[in-house]
T-cell receptor, first 112, second 114 residues
Framework: DQQVKQNSPSLSVQEGRISILNCDYTNSMFDYFLWYKKYPAEGPTFLISISSIKDKNEDGRFTVFLNKSAKHLSLHIVPSQPGDSAVYFCAASDNRDDKIIFGKGTRLHILP | DSGVTQTPKHLITATGQRVTLRCSPRSGDLSVYWYQQSLDQGLQFLIQYYNGEERAKGNILERFSAQQFPDLHSELNLSSLELGDSALYFC?????????????FGPGTRLTVL
């Protein structure tokens, strides 16, 4: 049973436009959410996170929005750049243990 | 470069065999995590060690085992290998345990079981 779902396996966005990556979760005990970015032949790298006490966190071109009632979070990238082409993993954790549950990832293609 | 090293990069072996994957965490990181990424799957958490002690266990098969040594490097042992064990295996490290801490990932070991 997948607790963290990224329902879009891939997404194509024009360079300069906004990229919106979505993530849904089922476990209401999750209290911390993270996004990781992965290039081919490399390990994932941390991008941005948000605590369940907030509904928005911004870091430069990247903003994560959390809607706890809908158990939904999204990552916005504005403006999208060619270097943003990668696989993006949504992840969630429960403060009661150290496990992080990852989604299957969304492959983002930034089109020239 | 995350500072986490994993060896080997690629490993090809046959069913029924046993292999050992090695991970060296970033300097100063005490916590090591192992993940498996199979085709079309997300990162599946396997096991975590902190300062030599097992701290958390995920969906790790009984055929798999791991340990963290006094110098903090870690090894993941996979035995009685099956075709379905073919995957990318990532190691990650963090300064302290706790899912809220940023984890730094190595480049992974690609295991192919024939």
């Amino acid at each position: 049973d997948q607790q963290v779902k990224q329902n879009s396996p891939s997404l194509s966005v024009q360079e300069g436009r906004i990229s919106i990556l979505n993530c849904d979760y089922t476990n209401s005990m999750f209290d911390y959410f993270l996004w990781y970015k992965k290039y081919p032949a490399e390990g994932p790298t941390f991008l941005i996170s948000i605590s369940s006490i907030k509904d928005k966190n911004e870091d430069g071109r990247f903003t994560v929005f959390l809607n706890k009632s809908a158990k939904h979070l999204s990552l916005h990238i504005v403006p999208s750049q060619p270097g943003d082409s990668a696989v993006y993993f949504c992840a969630a954790s429960d403060n009661r243990d150290d496990k992080i549950i990852f989604g299957k990832g969304t492959r983002l293609h930034i089109l020239p | 470069d995350s500072g986490v090293t994993q060896t080997p990069k690629h490993l090809i072996t046959a069913t029924g065999q046993r292999v050992t994957l090695r991970c060296s965490p970033r300097s100063g990181d005490l916590s090591v995590y192992w993940y498996q990424q199979s085709l079309d799957q997300g990162l599946q958490f396997l096991i975590q060690y902190y300062n030599g002690e097992e701290r958390a266990k995920g969906n790790i098969l009984e055929r798999f085992s791991a340990q963290q040594f006094p110098d903090l490097h870690s090894e993941l042992n996979l035995s009685s290998l099956e075709l379905g064990d073919s995957a990318l295996y990532f190691c990650a490290s963090s300064v302290t345990p706790g899912a809220h801490n940023e984890q730094f990932f190595g480049p992974g070991t690609r295991l192919t079981v024939l």
